[in-house]
């Protein structure tokens, strides 16, 4: 068979018209649509003399987004002859944060309420290591089982006991955003020469009240993903692909995202056709970035 990668590589940028940086290639694991990224400049190099990564940033939002930046997003797309390089530059300046944030809170903290309780805590139960993010999901219960116990969605709502367990999981990191609640959604898959996609949510929950007993576990792990990241490259509401994805070790508590069982599920749309799961990682209480 031909080899057509060559033929399909851009030098542009399909959305804004522009130059890309270098070229991109639609066909390696874990891209984002061409025509959704905005803009590829950046790139990182965390350790001196290490691999240097290109943060692709894109124009995907999660679908049950309604901030301001999201909506902004879906209007410069949607704008009869196409969207303007200052319309998503703007959109992607915009706040993530909740219009109307409650008193009190921090930048960092966790805004929002759903299954606030179970979020904002470690589970109790053992840890099970797992070299590979689609053993993990082998491993976790069917959707349909955790939809059969209707776990409730208020802020009280607790760990059922399918989520009282932790895990070590090694993967990549293909793409992170910022949502509303001020959580880092991680879309973390297989090591990208495994053949088969698969990627999972895995989340760095917005910060808890400094008295309980997980929050200096959490927030050493945002911690550590800003150091590496670097504070000004770090999401907002479109989702920043990683290329090459960034090798990462994982520990958390398995959570079920019973508030998406129904309706749009979380995810970039490029990505979510390969990810079978509404488990998460979440939250994530140790993350450990590059080779």
Known sequence: MADVSSKIVTQRLALTGVPASAPLNPLL?????????????????????GPTYRILKTTE????????????????????????????AAADQLPVAKKKPAPGLGPDDFAG??????KLSIASGPSKT???????IADLPSVDEMIALNIPTAPDSNRVAQENRNVHV???????????????HFIVGRDPKSGQEMYMTMELSGLPPTNL????????????????????????AGYHYYQPPIPVQIDGSVFFDATHSSGSRPGPQS????????FEVHPISKIVLGP
Do not use: C, W
Request: cysteine-free; overall charge negative.
């Open 29 to 49: 694991p874990g891209m984002p649509a061409v025509d959704s990224i905005h803009d590829d400049k950046t790139t990182i190099t965390p350790t001196p003399g």
């Open 61 to 88: 939002v999660d679908a049950y987004e309604n901030t301001d930046a999201a909506m902004a997003f879906r209007n410069a797309l949607s704008t009869k002859g196409g969207p303007t390089p200052q319309a998503i």
């Open 113 to 118: 309420n759903d299954r606030k309780v179970a």
């Open 130 to 136: 797992f070299a590979d993010v689609s053993e993990l």
């Open 170 to 184: 090694t993967g990549f990191l293909y793409a992170a955003s910022r949502e509303a609640d001020n959580d880092f």
């Open 213 to 236: 007993p997980a929050f200096g576990a959490l927030n050493a792990a945002r911690q550590a993903y800003a150091k590496f990241i670097g504070a000004a490259n770090l999401p907002g």
């Open 271 to 278: 990505l979510k056709s390969r990810m079978p799961t509404i």
